[in-house]
């Protein structure tokens, strides 16, 4: 079986949890698969654009560069599914085969946990509060830099949160 050891897309390396490569048969014809579980940030980056430049490096030193077209997935785990159409079969005899008729596809997200992946990489998400303070403490707030008060109120959270998930 062909196993992925390294990925690059548009020249920069990500790091892939897991992940699998193989052919798609379809009335159509074959496209190559590429169906990897990357983080979060990754995959909000990527899986909109179009056309991506792929470098991948196969365990047993083989390298296919190609350009590659992102499809969604369905999925709990942040994933992407790079496909591009081939010509021919003949560099990919020992490549797995699954067919439209099957819909066997390799599970990738076996042993991996949201959790796994977030501690590789934490997203940020930007959050807007209201909030009804004390005149001191709403002019303290407000001056301080948006970096200074995001640190403030994430080590309030981890504090609380810490003192309360067990309860």
């Known amino acids: 079986m062909v196993t992925v050891k390294e990925v690059k897309i548009d020249g920069e390396s990500i790091h892939v949890f897991n992940g699998s490569i193989y052919i798609f048969e379809?009335?159509?014809?074959?496209?190559?698969?590429?169906?990897?579980?990357?983080?979060?940030i990754v995959e909000k980056k990527y899986k909109l654009e179009e056309n991506l430049i792929l470098e991948i490096e196969l365990e047993d030193g083989r390298q296919i560069n190609s350009i590659m077209h992102s499809q969604s997935i369905s999925g709990g785990l942040p994933q992407l599914n790079l496909y591009c159409e081939l010509d021919t079969l003949e560099e990919y005899q020992d490549f797995k085969m699954v067919n439209e008729n099957d819909l066997v596809f390799p599970k990738i997200e076996e042993g991996i946990t949201l959790e796994d992946i977030r501690k590789y990489e934490m997203p940020n998400e930007k959050v807007t509060l209201k909030l009804k303070l004390p005149i001191d403490q709403s002019e303290w707030l407000n001056k301080l830099k948006g970096k200074e008060l995001a640190g403030i109120v994430k080590e309030a959270i981890y504090d609380y949160w810490e003192k309360h998930k067990m309860k």
């Open 26 to 40: 379809s009335s159509s014809g074959y496209t190559l698969e590429l169906d990897i579980i990357v983080s979060e």
